[in-house]
């Protein structure tokens, strides 16, 4: 079965400073991967998506991630923090792309950034 | 163009009522999913409807259903309401049933059972 495991529910970082959301997964087959970001009462965003092309996946708003199989990890980062990039961030895994949508999420991490 | 709107915004039930839960997807799009996201979890799949019928149902009991109308939008329909079934309930719509086509969420319906 698959899963997803985000390293730290809660992660901080200063405006200007690198982020490094990390996720780790199972998958017994190629997995399509998806960060996701949710801001408050809102529902969730896709920042990008893996799908077995590049391994280095960019995404909307400076975000990127690198698949590494031999790791079986999806990191996903940002060079430099915004005050605005504070929200909740989802790692998702999906091992049937082309049969039907169900996403298996981690618990999140949730980004603070201070000025 | 709109998002995928869903109704009502906030919800408070008792035990043992029941609930129906409404989604209109995104003009055009074909697919609605439902998920559960219980606070401080990640969502979790409960549905997908395709062109009205079922595609994919996740782990949940029986007293969950759903339903696809032939304008595509979608009802969630909790039956025996618990208090473990407080939670945010989001909706997504796509243009195909497959993750090669992208996502989009709504902003959820906040149901409060006590």
């Known amino acids: 079965a698959q899963s997803v495991t985000q390293l730290g529910s809660h992660v901080s970082v200063s405006e200007g400073a690198l982020v490094l959301l990390r996720c780790n997964y199972s998958?017994?087959?190629?997995?399509?991967l998806f960060w996701y970001v949710q801001y408050p009462n809102q529902g969730l965003q896709l920042l990008l998506k893996?799908?077995?092309?590049?391994?280095l996946v960019k995404g909307i708003n400076g975000f990127e991630a690198e698949f590494k199989k031999s790791e079986t990890s999806f990191h996903l980062t940002k060079p430099s923090a915004h005050m605005s990039d504070a929200a909740e961030y989802f790692c998702?895994?999906?091992?049937?792309?082309?049969?039907?949508?169900?996403?298996?999420f981690g618990a999140g991490t949730r980004l603070a950034v201070h000025p | 163009d709109a998002g995928v709107t869903q109704s009502p915004t906030h919800l408070i039930k008792t035990r043992g009522q029941h609930v129906t839960l409404r989604c209109s997807p995104i003009?055009?799009?074909?697919?609605v999913s439902w998920y559960q996201q219980v606070l401080g979890q990640g969502p979790q799949f409960i549905f997908q409807?395709?062109?009205?019928?079922?595609?994919g149902r996740g782990n949940f009991p029986d007293r969950f259903s759903a339903r696809q109308f032939p304008n595509y939008s979608s009802e969630l329909n909790v039956n025996a309401l618990l208090l473990g079934d407080s939670a945010l309930y989001l909706c997504?719509?796509?243009?195909?049933?497959?993750?090669?086509?992208?996502?989009?969420f709504g902003s959820g319906t906040q149901l409060s059972v006590l």
């Open positions: 997504a719509s796509s243009l195909e049933p497959d993750l090669r086509e992208k996502l989009f």
């Open positions: 998958s017994s087959v190629p997995p399509y």
């Open positions: 409807y395709y062109e009205k019928e079922e595609r």
């Open positions: 003009s055009g799009h074909k697919s």
């Open positions: 998702a895994v999906s091992d049937r792309p082309g049969g039907y949508n169900k996403l298996i």
């Open positions: 893996y799908t077995s092309a590049a391994t």
